[in-house]
């Protein structure tokens, strides 16, 4: 979604009344993001209680807030939520275990397993790890037990 004069104003507002609701001390500035994505950034003092454990927290509010702004502004809208940088840190921490994960089974030629993670987390480690040709990942497992498995390439 291009974002227009109009359609900032709307988001800026929807924003406001949540974070006024939340009565948590925030703040937060709308970007466009990648792909034509709304990104809302937001600093907290007290941001666990937002980002929830393991991130969850911040995943339903990003999904409440992509179907508001959907009703709300008449056409399809992906917005993307931050809490002080956290989705930035856990992908660069994602970034590194995939690369480290690589390197260990490219060298040992023996298969590892990453911990369970989110569809997200998984697509991540996935893209990562695509480019290389030493190794490879497939996702096994079923719901909050699903992993990605990086295997060595023979």
């Known amino acids: 979604m291009k974002m227009d004069n109009k359609s900032k104003k709307k988001i800026e507002e929807f924003v406001k009344e949540f974070v006024k609701k939340t009565t948590f001390d925030v703040t937060f500035e709308i ?41 709300m502004l008449g056409e399809e809208v992906r917005c993307d939520l931050d809490i002080n940088q956290y ?8 970034k590194e275990l995939a690369e480290e994960t690589a390197n260990r089974v490219a060298l040992l030629k023996k298969e590892e397993r990453l911990p369970a993670m989110t569809s997200y ?25 699903r992993r990605v498995v990086v295997y060595p390439v023979k």
């Open 87 to 94: 989705k930035q840190s856990k992908a660069r921490y994602l």
């Open 31 to 71: 970007k466009e993001g990648r792909e034509g994505t709304i990104l809302v950034e937001f600093r907290a003092q007290e941001p666990e209680v937002l980002i929830g454990e393991a991130g969850q927290t911040l995943w339903d509010m990003q999904a409440l807030f992509n179907r508001a702004l959907r009703k």
């Open 121 to 145: 987390e998984r697509r991540l480690i996935h893209t990562e790890l695509s480019v290389r040709t030493d190794v490879r990942t497939e996702s096994v497992g079923e719901g909050k037990a």
